[in-house]
């Protein structure tokens, strides 16, 4: 706890002289924004209207607002030049003006729409943010009621572009590992964990999704294959919000959700309350066959195991944030989660000796586990002066507590007769994360910017198993798989970014030093491991327009990929009698290089190749004992995996009752298990993503999303393709407070995860069921509005907007 200490006390030294030092800004640099206020033909405030602004030359979309309750509505940060600027209301005559942004502010005044006197002849889609957004730095995915269907997180996280959920609760962004931030803030938990929580969220209560498939030297460089950003709803406008929800469906088996989002905002203070219960039960069926390596068709000496399990989850998130409006420039938001998870799983696996060809021995797992995830931090922005000088602060505490309790009965068959054995297997896993940053930015002449901070986060795990033998109702207790391993790390980093936009180029450069030091320990072998490194992890982005439709992006950055805690962690995890799961304490972190160029046209197509080499990279292999009766997988690092990929996105408003988000990814993968050893090509493998949205009445609309994933090879791992169908209907009802949303999942039970793992002496091949085709059938209902009689805020009303959605 000493480094700990000293730790806070480096960041109050930071904070206090964080204030002090006054750097060169560009005194003439102003922020350029365009506001106005609508109103309807008696001069009232008009709310919700849809703010549009669009290039002169081509109509491309600049920038998108809703006018407030009071009618105001604001344009942040619009360059200057000519515009053409379109307001729409339904039930009003479409408002057109060409407009000419100067620097400084550009007031409208008042601008009163029209009563439209036709009815409208086709469906148009107003006040709706667009499905997707391509920014220089990310994609942001604005969820709707319609995609989300009071689903779970997790479950709408696989239906979005780009992203793909496996089986294992493994979460990869363009096929590669990624980092999952909420609110801004990385989630240090293991990939068990992290699923649980993510599917113990609602999607109802999230308000987009950003996908950073490049993070800058800001972001840890853990996030070596990017980051999927979640941000959280929070109301922008004073009064009372919120909505309630809740649904069910079913597969083979029955599932249902329901919770609550309350925002109250005033002039002081934003308080925030959710929380979610998502109950779900589903099977899963796992085959297994083990044989030797070599042939395909030698199966001397091998096994092959059917599983089949009933697995039963409950989750209750609930969480409580608050920002502190402290004055006009400085905001200080706490904020406290609490995820609870029941988890209850009861297998029976038969094994069969394909050498004797006769059943081997059953096994029966009944498992039930306790976690509880709990998350706090505190949040201080303050902006030191109105030309974009500002200081963030972030203080987060985690922590992870998980029971499990796994009672198992094997037989096993002899010829000299069966042999019984009941065991009572109790695994206590815990972990702690402190974490501390600040991060100071600076603007400069010339439209430069530089950003500058440090980060430092104490990790300390405590993980133990305790195994009895059951003879009755007695617990005799037995040291073969008794364990208790204790691991701690710590990391500081401190970076700095660089920032600055020319008349047809954009750049930034970055670099990020980190230093780590860990050490474990496995108290019954009293087996101890240390390592210590620093490393440097540079950054280059440069974007670069040709005209004002064409343009183009080039990146390159350097990254880690840190061993998960679990995959360090020497305890055996069961799987059943005859397969277990291994950490290796001994994995060193993967170092990452990757490159990018994106060509761009209209912000609608991108064509992106992309080329990444990862050293030391994590590869797992599965071993057998000398009987060949039981097999162990744990991760080893190799010598080096290396990735090609071409991916091509079209995102577009095809027309206006019709949108559509359609990805192509063809990607090549190639690795090297040691330096004696050949370079293994895998296959080109074709990914095809598509999500269409279609508006087929003024309160109803469709949805539909195709994936196929295409035959892949990750390592010495190769998967089989398939493909997916999920299709949605989504009602408004009144006044468009409330939807009835209709949601169908794998509508053809076509996903199927089978795939060869090949090992250096043993050859695995898994086929593995899911109940992925469910029905559900959801409701929600959006309540609140203006809360009267409040002082309405002038000058610091563009602060807080910025505080609201600012990301940390």
Do not use: C
């Not at 003439?28 to 109103?39: F, I, P, R």
């Not at 980051?227 to 597969?251: A, D, Q, T």
């Not at 303050?382 to 500002?390: F, V």
């Amino acid at each position: 706890m000493r480094k700990f200490t000293r730790y806070y006390s480096f960041l109050v030294l930071l904070l206090f002289f964080g204030f002090l030092p006054r750097f060169t800004v560009a005194q003439q640099k102003v922020d350029t924004h365009v506001s106005g206020v609508v109103l309807d033909e008696k001069q009232q405030p008009l709310p919700f209207a849809a703010i549009v602004l669009k290039a002169k030359n081509d109509s491309t979309v600049i920038k998108t607002a809703l006018s407030e309750i009071d009618g105001k509505f604001i344009l942040l940060n619009v360059p200057t030049g000519v515009f053409k600027l379109e307001i729409t209301m339904l039930g009003y005559e479409t408002y057109r003006k060409e407009i000419e942004s100067v620097t400084g502010a550009n007031e409208l005044g008042n601008i009163q729409l029209k009563p439209a006197t036709n009815n409208l002849s086709t469906v148009t889609i107003t006040g709706q943010k667009p499905f997707i957004e391509q920014r220089a730095d990310k994609i942001v995915i604005n969820l709707n009621d319609q995609l989300t269907g009071g689903s779970s997180l997790m479950e709408v996280m696989d239906r979005l572009p780009g992203i793909q959920v496996n089986p294992d609760n493994m979460v990869y962004l363009n096929g590669r590992n990624v980092r999952i931030y909420i609110d801004g803030k990385p989630t240090p938990l293991s990939a068990d964990a992290l699923a649980g929580l993510l599917r113990g969220m609602s999607a109802t209560s999230i308000e987009r999704v950003e996908l950073i498939a490049r993070p800058s030297s800001k972001y840890d460089a853990s996030a070596s294959g990017g980051i999927i950003n979640i941000v959280r709803k929070r109301g922008s406008r004073e009064g009372l919000r919120g909505n309630v929800y809740g649904g069910g469906g079913f597969g083979r088996y029955a599932k249902y959700t329901g919770g609550f989002n309350l925002n109250f905002k005033t002039g002081k203070y934003n308080l925030l309350l959710n929380t979610d219960y998502n109950f779900n039960k589903y099977f899963v069926d796992n085959y297994i066959l083990a044989t030797p390596a070599g042939e395909p068709g030698l199966v001397f000496g091998g096994t092959e195991s059917l599983i089949k399990s009933v697995r039963q989850m409950n989750n209750i998130t609930p969480n409580i944030s608050l920002d502190l409006y402290l004055t006009k420039k400085t905001t200080l938001s706490f904020a406290v989660m609490n995820a609870l998870q029941l988890f209850k799983k009861n297998a029976f696996s038969e094994t069969r000796d394909l050498a004797e060809k006769n059943l081997a021995g059953t096994f029966d797992n009944r498992v039930k586990t306790k976690m509880n995830n709990f998350s706090s931090g505190l949040h201080l922005l303050h902006q030191m002066d109105t030309l974009g000088k500002e200081l963030t602060i972030d203080l987060d505490y985690y922590r992870n507590v998980n029971y499990s309790d796994q009672q198992n009965t094997e037989r096993i068959f002899k010829q000299a007769g069966d042999k019984l054995k009941r065991t009572l297997f109790d695994q206590n896993n815990a972990f702690n994360v402190y974490s501390a940053k600040a991060d100071l930015t600076l603007p400069l002449k010339h439209k430069a910017q530089m950003e500058t901070g440090f980060k430092s986060s104490y990790v300390e795990t405590d993980n133990q198993n305790v195994l009895y033998d059951m003879n009755g109702s007695k617990l005799i207790p037995n040291d073969s798989q008794s364990d208790l391993y204790r691991y701690s790390e710590s990391i500081h980093a401190l970076y700095t970014t660089f920032h600055q936009e020319l008349k047809k180029l954009s750049y930034q450069i970055g670099l990020r030093a980190e230093g780590t030091w860990n050490s474990g320990r496995q108290l019954q072998s009293n087996q101890r491991f240390r390592q210590n490194y620093i490393q440097l992890f540079p950054t280059v982005f440069f974007d670069y327009k040709f005209t004002d439709k064409h343009s183009f992006i080039f990146s390159f950055d350097k990254k880690t990929n840190r061993p998960a805690y679990e995959n360090m962690n020497p305890l055996l995890r069961i799987i059943n009698a005859n397969n277990f799961v291994q950490g290796n304490p001994n994995l060193r972190p993967v170092s990452s290089y990757n490159g990018s160029a994106t060509l761009a046209y209209r912000n609608a197509l991108f064509v992106t190749a992309n080329y990444g080499i990862d050293f030391r990279d994590f590869t797992y292999f599965a071993f057998q004992n000398q009987r060949r009766d039981s097999t162990v997988t744990r991760p080893v690092n190799n010598r080096y995996t290396q990735t090609l990929s071409l991916i091509t996105a079209y995102n577009r408003q095809v027309m206006p009752w019709w949108y559509t988000s359609t990805n192509i990814n063809l990607r090549k993968l190639s690795y090297q298990l040691a330096d004696d050893h050949v370079n293994i090509t895998g296959i080109t493998t074709f990914n095809f993503d598509t999500y269409n949205s279609f508006s087929l009445t003024k309160q109803l609309s469709w949805l539909i999303l195709f994936r196929y994933r295409g035959k892949s090879q990750e390592r010495n791992i190769k998967t089989d393709a398939y493909f997916t169908l999920t299709s949605g209907l989504r009602q408004s009802l009144l006044k468009k407070r409330a939807t009835v949303s209709l949601n169908v999942t794998d509508i053809f039970n076509t996903f199927k995860n089978r795939y060869l793992q090949q090992s250096l002496a043993l050859r695995q091949v898994w086929e593995n069921r899911y109940e992925t085709t469910t029905v559900r059938l959801n409701f929600t209902y959006n309540f609140g509005g203006q809360i009267n009689k409040i002082k309405k805020s002038d000058s610091a009303a563009d602060e807080r907007r910025r505080s609201d959605t600012r990301e940390n």
